[in-house]
């Protein structure tokens, strides 16, 4: 049987196409990542940028407005909204400023001095050996013994061994001894000593990562971000040893007043400092937007999905999709409703563009990703593109089919009025056809948000990776929590733009 070579005349087209018209692909490819990237640094409230911010206290001003606006007069509403939006951004400000702080190498090094010098204050307080733990230990009533002798014996080689100044190695020791007692039945009474024990190694565990951070505190030679200066774990640690070397400092006010000083700095070097309030006040943001435009139910729909979203670990990843929606939607009703327009005012048009859309319609989704990856490669550009051009044809057809639904009399009605074309487009045929459009918008957003799950497997990220991940590695709950994510955010979304043409049909 005769083969005709479909696929190896398409793959040597699509490789002219990528030879001939790189510079086209890369430009586009540069726009979607702009759009993209803008989103998804507003979405999150990225504060290494200043546009987030200013627009963030601007639309929170817009939304105020829409929410009092029925409620006061016109002028209390614009002076209320405006001064919430001045609020929202003032505190942006503050958080941007306190974000952005620098930890000069001068302060560095005085931390790094403090914590050396306390330190030093706690060596002179530490014993030089474990014998107080064996003692501990040894000093367990037999029953409570016998019930964790194995866990004891451990405890006692390994505090042999270890060598002296590792006290919070020689706590976790202890710690296991303890949690093996209480599994057994141990009461407070037989607890007790071996606590006590532990509650000091922990507090004397400041002169090892005391002296350690010290020294790297010591070495930064250059300013940098008070937030870059620890990692999350170790800023953990040490805060927790610190408040724990509260006890053994409090007879001792030269002691206690360095600490207190050391545990203010480290206020300010939390890593995660306003790590949540991006995502509450998106989240707070996104609920009064439904409820401006769907009604309160919505708006409670949305503090409980939202917050079930942000509970679940999957904030970053759901507003990354949700920025690739929106970036791809735009780019799909860009190029969507011009055609749809022009479909609806030429029959022509209308009977060449038919079959193309009936061929996207029917084509599967995952196709659609192969072109995208030879032209684009792999990563959120690619899976916008082939998003744009899987959502776009309802777009198309819904713009054509409400311009196509104008009442003959209003168009008649502006031809006698002496209407040009353009006129007769903009203020008869898209005012009346503006609902149906919208719908085609609704539809376009949900088929966009199907479509950037299945970019996952391309690498678009968001929660479309994290479904891929979960069904890959039969993490079944993983699985389950995205899939959720993505079915609150196309509810949300589906209710926010149904509600858009609801509004307009009213009026």
């Known amino acids: 049987m005769m083969r005709i070579p479909i696929g190896d005349t398409f793959e040597t087209w699509v490789q002219w196409l990528r030879e001939t018209l790189g510079a086209f692909f890369d430009l586009i490819s540069a726009v979607l990542n702009f759009a993209i990237s803008f989103l998804e640094r507003f979405f999150l409230l990225e504060h290494s940028a200043v546009y987030p911010s200013l627009m963030f206290g601007a639309f929170t001003g817009v939304v105020l407005f829409f929410l009092l606006r029925a409620r006061m007069g016109r002028v209390s509403v614009i002076a209320l909204a405006a001064g919430g939006g001045l609020a929202v951004l003032s505190v942006e400000i503050w958080r941007y400023t306190a974000l952005e702080a620098t930890l000069p190498t001068e302060e560095a090094q005085e931390i790094a001095a403090d914590l050396t010098a306390f330190a030093n204050l706690l060596q002179e307080r530490a014993p030089d050996d474990y014998s107080a733990a064996l003692r501990a230990i040894e000093g367990l009533p037999p029953d409570a013994a016998a019930a964790v002798s194995a866990d004891i014996n451990r405890a006692e080689r390994l505090l042999t061994r270890l060598r002296g100044g590792r006290f919070d190695r020689a706590s976790g020791i202890l710690e296991d001894v303890l949690d093996a007692g209480r599994e057994a039945g141990w009461g407070e009474a037989e607890a007790a000593p071996l606590e006590d024990v532990v509650s000091r190694y922990r507090a004397l565990a400041v002169i090892d990562e005391g002296r350690r ?48 000083n050391l545990q203010e700095t480290f ?49 970053v990843a759901t507003m990354e999709t949700l920025a690739l929606v929106l970036s791809a939607t735009l780019f799909a009703l860009f190029v969507g409703i011009p055609v749809g327009v022009l479909a609806a005012q030429s029959n022509a048009v209308e009977n060449g563009v038919k079959p193309v859309l009936d061929f996207m319609q029917t084509m599967p989704a995952f196709v659609y990703l192969i072109p995208a990856v030879l032209f684009f490669g792999l990563g959120k550009v690619p899976g916008a593109m082939a998003t744009v051009i899987f959502a776009m044809p309802p777009a198309v057809r819904l713009t054509n089919l409400g311009i196509r639904g104008v009442p003959k009399e209003v168009v008649e009605a502006a031809w006698a009025f002496g209407a040009t074309r353009w006129q007769l487009l903009l203020k008869a045929q898209l005012p009346i056809a503006l609902p149906t459009i919208l719908a085609g918008v609704n539809q376009t957003i949900m088929l966009a948000l199907s479509m950037v799950v299945i970019g996952g497997m391309i690498g678009a990220g968001g ?33 926010v733009t149904q509600a858009l043409a609801s509004i307009r049909k009213k009026r």
């Open 463 to 495: 929660l479309g990776e994290i479904v891929l991940s979960g069904i890959t590695q039969m993490q079944i709950g993983l699985g389950f929590e995205s899939g959720l994510a993505v079915v609150i955010l196309a509810i949300y979304l589906d209710r």
């Open 267 to 315: 206020l300010t070097l939390n890593p995660t400092r306003l790590s949540t309030y991006p995502a509450v006040a998106m989240l707070l943001f996104l609920s009064a937007v439904a409820w401006v435009l769907a009604g309160w139910r919505m708006a409670v729909f949305s503090v409980i999905g939202l917050s079930l979203v942000l509970t679940m670990g999957l904030w």
């Open 213 to 260: 951070v010290a020294s790297r505190f010591d070495r930064f030679d250059e300013p940098r971000l008070r937030i870059n200066a620890l990692n999350e774990r170790t800023y953990r640690r040490l805060t927790e040893m610190m408040e724990a070397a509260g006890v053994l400092v409090e007879d001792d006010d030269e002691a206690a007043s360095l600490l207190g």
